[in-house]
């Protein structure tokens, strides 16, 4: 750990390296002050309102040092100094994704994967394949399967998949998390039965006639079986984060906030000890367990720019693809339920006196919240919290913030609240959300352009492995709002299109602030980290429906090259 006195003469070099950057032919023959690396010839896009546009940045360290015309910065160039020609493309601050399960997708990049797969055959095909690869009783997990691509959506059954896997008990999650498919192996070892009960915000779906399983486990009913699951490793934990440290440096992702880090931050620690981890991650556990944060006399946030902890994630509800998001009113095409609460507001009372406690001692509280009756619950809990404990800035986030009704969307500027959401799921639930609750109530789904105007702090992400990890494809889905069946070519629910510097800005600024660190990054500043992004195209110059066709093609993590695609 560096000393004070260490951290104030690094602060000091670096105020006078501005000052001499300010003097280009000085710091020219200055060599041991000059740039490791600048980037010049670009369309920079800072983030930064003071300055919206520049064609350079100079990078020192792990700092960005100066940022000007293309003529500046190469000044400051000296003979150690990299230079990079951006030869007119596109640099941006590196993406900070305010949403992922970050191990949970290193173990999807080679899980069996069941996203694409178009019939309940197909899907049974592709575990039968992924079953000969693995010994005998080895668990099949991930998969990520969407039955709304199915013809006529039937959900799956432990039928429809238990001759392609006689021999591994198998457990595949619909790709939002919120319900699993289990083969009769994994039933039979988790002794999931025709007795077995719901649990409190869970549903074990039954056969209506025979009332056995059929497979499907929703929500708190998941742990049934997942409790079964044998432990992964401190190994198999290892080459999933570097997977996925990896693959996000691909994406131009240089931050997370890993939504289901719970008790696996030491692997990233291992990462970050050795110099392997290429991405800034903000750990975050579970609301139930603040009081360990508590007792060891935790007040908020900590760590490093690298790696922090102190966030807690709770949830209110399930999801609109599992019919378990919370409304108000039934669903459209399931009128027998207005979806679940999670287990986690049972009894009632419970997550209020929980939030009040966690922000009592300074620790920031994030909640997902899909229907429109889970949302009003938080945004209430919130109220009551900020009244009970007075002000301060406690960024209080929803995670999703999926279905709104107008008289909440107003709430999320008043009451400061970050709409943490994920423009992907605009385009995937567009093909099939209207089925579940109507066009009516559908207005109010990802209202971006509402909440922005509304006041609120949009921070986007992209809730991966629910999602792709890739930014390119949020942006395009919130300049868009095309649905990925095609049949929006002008946009679902238009008025809530934003631009693309607002989308940016929500993926790069918005996300920085969502976890206290608009100070230290989000922009392309004089002083702030020097995470940054080149793409092979011009994104603001190209149609909304090709955006997602550019390329990242340099990542800068704290000053270091972690990805590079140059040509």
């Known amino acids: 750990m560096e000393t004070p006195c260490i951290d104030i003469l690094k602060t000091l070099r670096l105020a006078f390296l501005f000052i001499l950057l300010a003097m280009p032919t000085y710091a020219a023959n200055s060599p041991a002050l000059t740039p490791d690396l600048i980037i010049v010839n670009a369309a920079v896009h800072t983030m930064d309102a003071s300055r919206p546009m520049a064609e350079a940045v100079a990078v020192i360290g792990e700092k960005i040092v100066a940022v000007g015309s293309s003529d500046e910065i190469r000044g400051s160039a000296g003979p150690r100094t990299r230079v990079i020609d951006a030869k007119q493309r596109l640099v941006l601050p590196g993406f ?47 998969g990520d399967w969407d039955h709304e691509r199915w013809p006529n959506a039937p959900l799956p059954t432990r039928q429809m998949i238990d001759a392609a896997t006689p021999d591994n008990p198998v457990f595949v999650n619909r790709l939002d998390g919120h319900m699993a498919l289990a083969n009769s192996l994994a039933l039979k070892l988790a002794k999931v039965t025709k007795e077995t009960k719901d649990p409190p915000g869970g549903v074990v779906v039954k056969d209506e006639q025979t009332g056995e399983p059929t497979g499907i486990l929703k929500d708190a009913a998941e742990d049934l079986v997942d409790r079964v699951v044998p432990e992964k490793s401190f190994e198999e934990k290892l080459k999933a984060a570097r997977a996925a440290s990896q693959h996000a440096a691909e994406m131009g992702v240089t931050s997370v906030t890993d939504m289901s880090a719970g008790d696996d931050v030491g692997v990233y620690q291992y990462l970050l000890d050795r110099g392997e981890l290429k991405n800034r991650i903000y750990a975050i556990r579970s609301i139930v367990s603040w009081e360990a944060f508590a007792k060891v ?27 378990t998001a919370f409304f108000f009113d039934p669903y459209n095409d399931a009128p027998k339920t207005r979806g679940l609460l999670f287990d986690q507001m049972l009894p009632e009372g419970i997550m209020l006196e929980r939030v009040k406690r966690a922000d009592k001692i300074g620790l920031q509280v994030m909640i997902h919240a899909i229907g429109d009756e889970a949302n009003l619950r938080i945004l209430d809990i919130y109220k009551q919290t900020a009244e009970a404990n007075g002000p301060r800035d406690r960024r209080f986030r929803i ?22 959401m994920q423009p992907y799921h605009a385009a995937d639930d567009g093909r099939w959300c209207e089925k579940r609750i109507g066009p009516k109530r559908a207005k109010g789904t990802y209202a971006f352009r509402s909440l922005l105007d509304s006041g609120a702090v949009l921070a986007f992400g992209s809730d991966w492995t629910v999602a792709p990890l890739n930014p390119l494809t949020g942006i395009k889905a919130a300049v868009s709002r095309q649905t990925l069946d095609g049949k929006h070519p002008d946009g679902w629910i238009p008025e809530q299109k934003l631009t693309v510097d607002e989308t940016v800005r929500a993926y790069t600024f918005g996300s920085a602030y969502a976890e206290f660190a608009e100070n230290v990054k989000g922009a392309i500043t004089p002083g702030k980290l020097a995470d940054i992004v080149m793409l092979d195209r011009d994104i603001y110059k190209f149609p909304p429906a090709e955006i997602d066709q550019a390329k990242v093609v340099l990542t800068l993590m704290n000053g270091r090259v972690v990805y590079e695609s140059m040509k």
């Open 399 to 420: 995670e999703h913030a999926q279905h709104l009704r107008e008289s909440e969307i107003s709430r999320f500027g008043q009451q400061k609240v970050v709409a943490s």
């Open 96 to 142: 900070n994704d305010s949403h992922v399960h970050f191990l949970m997708g290193g173990y999807s990049l080679s899980n069996v994967d069941l996203r694409d797969a178009k019939s309940p055959q197909e899907m049974a095909a592709r575990l039968r394949d992924y079953a000969k690869k693995l010994p005998k009783g080895s668990w099949i997990l991930g």
């Open 297 to 323: 006399g935790v007040r908020a946030a900590f760590g490093s720019d690298m790696l922090r902890i102190g966030g807690l994630k709770g949830f209110a509800d399930g999801s609109l693809g599992s019919t």
